[in-house]
């Protein structure tokens, strides 16, 4: 997802399609499982894939949501990994 979303910044319904699909696989950190995928998604560049998103498309409202929500699975929380995650976004 990170990948495609790199090879294709300027294409608006890739960038939206890949937060929503990042924004899916973060969904659930209530367990190891959710909490690794978080985990894993952040380490493939998925932060940063998602802010070039939304800075690259300001005006595409379906980016914005798709990626803020992206943003909220990926950081919310507070504890140490999330904490960390929140100085990259």
Same mark, same amino acid.
């Given at each position: &997802? /990170? @990948?495609?979303?790199?090879?294709?910044?300027? /294409? @608006?319904? &890739?960038?939206?399609? +890949?937060c929503? @699909?990042? $924004?899916? &696989?973060?969904y659930g950190?209530?367990?190891?499982?959710? $909490?690794a995928r978080?985990?894993?998604?952040?380490?493939a +560049?998925?932060?940063?894939? *998602? *802010?070039? @998103?939304l800075?690259?498309?300001?005006?595409?409202?379906?980016v914005?949501?798709?990626?803020? +929500?992206?943003? $909220?699975?990926?950081?919310?929380?507070?504890?140490?990994?999330?904490?960390?995650?929140?100085?990259?976004?």
């Amino acid at each position: &997802v /990170v @990948a495609a979303m790199q090879a294709h910044s300027q /294409v @608006a319904k &890739v960038q939206q399609q +890949g937060c929503a @699909a990042l $924004r899916n &696989v973060c969904y659930g950190d209530d367990d190891d499982a959710g $909490r690794a995928r978080e985990q894993r998604a952040a380490d493939a +560049g998925a932060i940063e894939a *998602v *802010v070039a @998103a939304l800075q690259a498309h300001p005006q595409e409202a379906e980016v914005q949501t798709e990626g803020c +929500g992206a943003l $909220r699975n990926l950081c919310a929380g507070d504890d140490a990994a999330r904490l960390a995650r929140k100085q990259r976004a």
